[in-house]
């Protein structure tokens, strides 16, 4: 699997089937990822390698830190350094949609009404192909896979 940050300053690749994966509730991961809850698997540290760049690191509690990227702020990583593991933040995977939550963790801190979710009136997709092209040619996001450059022409 591989994946990175919005911006594709930093990259990562992690072999081997993902551990554990789940939606964290707890407040440290709401306020990590600016979100109602964190979606978190755990990759072997021993198959787990950054292809581009280096994450920044906030020191969220003494036993975790969390990796994100210092040039567009894509929480990437939830790590305890002495673990054989580190978590990686699912929606930073190029194909989210391979990997499903399995459970979830710090309902306490759920939020109360997210079972009322599916009744919300669904708003139709503002999307048209002038806006769709525009959108398209001014995009400054990283493409969902590995690229030898980025952005284009730079070096890596």
Known sequence: MSGGCQCGAVRYRAAGELGYPHLCHCRMCQKASGNYFMPLA????????????????????DLVRRGFCAACGTPLFYDIPEADFINLVLGTLDDPQAVKPVAQSNTGRKMRWFH???NLPIEPDEETPDRENAIAASNHQHPDHDTAEWPSGASS
């Open 42 to 61: 755990a990759a072997r540290r021993s198959e787990f390698t950054l292809t581009r760049g280096e994450p920044a690191w906030f020191q969220s509690s």
């Open 116 to 118: 009322e979710l599916d």
